[in-house]
């Protein structure tokens, strides 16, 4: 038998789908497990490969500039050329790029595998949410889909604290790396197997060359500012250099794209401000998420002296919170309440949490106040996601499904990076200031994660009153309840007679 995904749910049945699915979502764990099991493992990869401190940024850096400039022509390209297609490809580079990273026996090796790690997961990334989207368009199994697909990130990413502490300190960073192998494998077997091809637009009028090179050079430049300002300065001619060339060059990219037939980013999907209002509040949301586990883990150990693996512990109420309301409670409440209905008290509690980590301090026990306040982002974030990605993309046409998927995803991870990079030198700043003028080392750094938590907590209150003032709740889940209110009434009627 032929297990596929389609986006023709009637020739293909439910099971088939949604092993597909699971197997796409494998694709996605390689990559949460990496955003957050290399954090843990750097100072072992410090210490054995001779990185000095400016280098061994370079390990995540070199990583994200490759992600974050490739995610929207890998989207594009997955429209274009087969969304399968570029997905398999993706994590076969990934997995190569894994096991590249494993066997480095030098700084510049690991630097240059790491690159190579970026290129793949952006390919694959680009192109996951378009295959959901696309395999289930129905409303109701959309929800749950996502449910599947947030249960896995939030499961990966609490995964990957603890696998990250314990496969260093029990074996070596190399095995953080290696444990990539096995998933990439089985994902590609499988999903040759599983994931049926979704024909492309074709390459046949011409490929938007320019345009490829113009937005994937100022989303590479873009991103090395962002990542460099906190060891540049934000105001250095290298962090003004860098990133005003970005900006011209996303100027001529978006002039270049109004001119030509077949354009990379039909500018056409920029004028649904679901797609814009939804993603810019993914972006501010995602400042947020990064800077809770950014300077939650510096809180954590610097402040009140935990270990990694003790760090990975303490943010499983965040994760498992999260992962608990992926399980299909977050989509039950969204068909029946609307997905902006959730997404409002969402948002309100993420910003609530971010408060109370805003009011932590070197005295304060695990339980309740941090425990709280980490479990308040989960149940916060389990509220926010599915609806943010829900109406993202509930107005895209399916053939452009992978360029919108590409969009929300470059604005959550430029919009996450660009407000961890400012958020992380402005707390610098303030830990600094504090100690010149005599307080204690964890005084000035808790005042500065403080500060941090603080700023953060106005970024997603920011995108909730995007949300109230931009989003409405889609057409489609409005149609898809109003379809399961008639379908009730008749198994109603009929149960009567």
Known sequence: MNLTISTNPARFGDRQRWLALVVICFGQLMIVLDSTIVNVALPAIQRDLHFSQANLTWVVNGYLIAYGSLLLLAGRAGDLMGRKKVFLAGVAVFTVASGLDGLAFDSTTLIAARLLQGLGGAMSAGVILALIVTGFPKPDERAQAMSVFMFVVAGGGSLGLLAGGTLTQLISWHWIFFINLPIGVGTMLLGSWLIEEHEGLGLSRGVDVAGSILISAAMMLGVYAIVTAAEMGWTSAHTIGFGGTAIVLLATFFVVEARIDNPILPLRILRLRSLTGASAARGLVATGMFTTFFLGALYLQHVKGYSAFGTGLAFLPSTLALAVLSLGISARLMRSFGPRALLIPGLATITLALLLMATTDQNAA????????????????????????????????????????????????????????????????????????????????????????????????????????????????????????????????????
């Open 366 to 497: 695990y339980f309740p106040g941090i425990f709280g306040a980490y479990l308040l982002f989960g149940i916060g974030a389990g509220m926010t996601f599915m609806p943010l990605t829900t109406i993202m993309l509930a107005d895209i046409p399916a053939t452009d499904a992978g360029i919108a998927s590409g969009v929300g995803n470059v604005t959550m991870q430029v919009g996450g990076a660009f407000g961890l990079a400012a958020l992380g030198t402005i707390s610098s700043d303030h830990s600094r200031a504090l100690l010149a003028q005599g307080e204690s080392l964890v005084g000035a750094l808790t005042a500065g994660y403080q500060l941090g938590f603080g700023i953060a907590a106005a970024c997603v209150a920011a995108g909730l009153v995007i949300v109230l003032v931009v989003l409405r709740t889609p057409r489609v889940a409005v149609e898809g309840r109003e379809l399961e209110g008639v379908e009730y009434t008749r198994t109603e009627t009929a149960e009567a007679a």
